[in-house]
C-alpha cells in the first residue's frame, strides 16, 4: 500500500514537472509570424486612401498648408498643380490624386493673375523681380523659390500670403510649402490656374476636356464632403431639434 502512494506521487511529480517544462517553453516561443499576404499595406497609395482629402481647403487659415501622407514619396509620376483663383487655394495632384492643398495670394485688383493653361519655364531657388521693387528696401523684389510660368511676370513663388489677393500678377506660396513644392515639379511640369474650379471656369482657362472633367470631380466631391460635414455639425449642435 505504501510503495502504490509513493509511486502515485512520484507520477504526480513528474507529470506537473512536465507541465512546468511545457508551460516555460510556450512562453519562451516567438509569436507566429504573419504570412506574406497578411502584412499590412503601407505604400503611399495606401496611406493616401486613408486620409480624407476633402475638408482641408475650409480647415486652411491664410499661409496654411496640407500635404498628404506619402506626397513626397515620388514614382516618377509628373506633378500638376491647380491654382484656384476664386478660393485663394492651390491643389497639387499626381497620378489623379490630390496630394497637397495650401493657402495662396493671387494677383491684386489692377494686377490680377491671368487664368491659362501654363508650363513651368524656369526654377530658381533664390530670383529677383526686374519689373517689381520691395517697398520696404526699394530693392528688387526677392521671390525664393520662384518657378516661372511666363515671361511677363507671372510665376509661382514664396512669399506673403493674405487673406486676399495681394501680389503683383504673381501667385504667391507660403514659404515652406513653396521650398517642398519646388523638389517635386520639374521644368515643363503643368500649372492651371483657374477662375474656380468648375468645367466652365476650367474650359475657359483651356483646360482640355479630360483634364477639366477630373479637376471638376475632386471640386464637386469637396463641395459634397463639405455640404455633409455642415449639415451633419448642425443636426449634432445643441438645442437643434431632432428629425422625427
Given at each position: 500500500?505504501?510503495?502504490?502512494?509513493?509511486?502515485?506521487?512520484?507520477?504526480?511529480?513528474?507529470?506537473?514537472?512536465?507541465?512546468?517544462?511545457?508551460?516555460?517553453?510556450?512562453?519562451?516561443?516567438?509569436?507566429?509570424?504573419?504570412?506574406?499576404?497578411?502584412?499590412?499595406?503601407?505604400?503611399?497609395?495606401?496611406?493616401?486612401?486613408?486620409?480624407?482629402?476633402?475638408?482641408?481647403?475650409?480647415?486652411?487659415?491664410?499661409?496654411?498648408?496640407?500635404?498628404?501622407?506619402?506626397?513626397?514619396?515620388?514614382?516618377?509620376?509628373?506633378?500638376?498643380?491647380?491654382?484656384?483663383?476664386?478660393?485663394?487655394?492651390?491643389?497639387?495632384?499626381?497620378?489623379?490624386?490630390?496630394?497637397?492643398?495650401?493657402?495662396?495670394?493671387?494677383?491684386?485688383?489692377?494686377?490680377?493673375?491671368?487664368?491659362?493653361?501654363?508650363?513651368?519655364?524656369?526654377?530658381?531657388?533664390?530670383?529677383?523681380?526686374?519689373l517689381y521693387e520691395d517697398e520696404?528696401?526699394?530693392?528688387?523684389?526677392?521671390?525664393?523659390?520662384?518657378?516661372?510660368?511666363?515671361?511677363?511676370?507671372?510665376?509661382?513663388?514664396?512669399?506673403?500670403?493674405?487673406?486676399?489677393?495681394?501680389?503683383?500678377?504673381?501667385?504667391?506660396?507660403?514659404?515652406?510649402?513653396?521650398?517642398?513644392?519646388?523638389?517635386?515639379?520639374?521644368?515643363?511640369?503643368?500649372?492651371?490656374?483657374?477662375?474656380?474650379?468648375?468645367?466652365?471656369?476650367?474650359?475657359?482657362?483651356?483646360?482640355?476636356?479630360?483634364?477639366?472633367?477630373?479637376?471638376?470631380?475632386?471640386?464637386?466631391?469637396?463641395?459634397?464632403?463639405?455640404?455633409?460635414?455642415?449639415?451633419?455639425?448642425?443636426?449634432?449642435?445643441?438645442?437643434?431639434?431632432?428629425?422625427?
Amino acid at each position: 500500500m505504501r510503495r502504490t502512494h509513493t509511486l502515485l506521487v512520484r507520477s504526480l511529480t513528474f507529470a506537473l514537472a512536465l507541465g512546468v517544462a511545457a508551460t516555460r517553453i510556450a512562453l519562451a516561443a516567438p509569436p507566429p509570424r504573419l504570412a506574406p499576404d497578411a502584412a499590412p499595406d503601407r505604400s503611399p497609395a495606401a496611406r493616401l486612401a486613408e486620409v480624407d482629402l476633402l475638408q482641408a481647403p475650409d480647415a486652411l487659415k491664410p499661409g496654411e498648408f496640407e500635404w498628404q501622407p506619402g506626397w513626397d514619396a515620388s514614382d516618377g509620376a509628373p506633378v500638376l498643380v491647380m491654382v484656384n483663383l476664386a478660393e485663394q487655394r492651390a491643389y497639387v495632384y499626381r497620378n489623379g490624386q490630390r496630394i497637397g492643398t495650401t493657402t495662396v495670394s493671387s494677383g491684386r485688383p489692377g494686377h490680377e493673375t491671368p487664368t491659362g493653361v501654363y508650363q513651368i519655364l524656369q526654377k530658381q531657388k533664390l530670383h529677383h523681380s526686374n519689373l517689381y521693387e520691395d517697398e520696404r528696401t526699394g530693392r528688387a523684389a526677392a521671390m525664393p523659390w520662384m518657378q516661372r510660368l511666363s515671361w511677363e511676370g507671372v510665376a509661382l513663388h514664396a512669399g506673403h500670403v493674405r487673406a486676399k489677393p495681394a501680389s503683383h500678377g504673381c501667385v504667391r506660396l507660403p514659404p515652406a510649402f513653396a521650398q517642398q513644392l519646388y523638389g517635386i515639379t520639374k521644368t515643363g511640369g503643368t500649372v492651371v490656374i483657374a477662375q474656380d474650379g468648375t468645367i466652365e471656369a476650367l474650359s475657359g482657362a483651356g483646360v482640355d476636356a479630360a483634364l477639366a472633367l477630373l479637376l471638376d470631380s475632386a471640386n464637386s466631391m469637396h463641395e459634397i464632403a463639405r455640404n455633409f460635414v455642415a449639415e451633419d455639425a448642425g443636426a449634432r449642435a445643441p438645442g437643434t431639434a431632432s428629425s422625427p
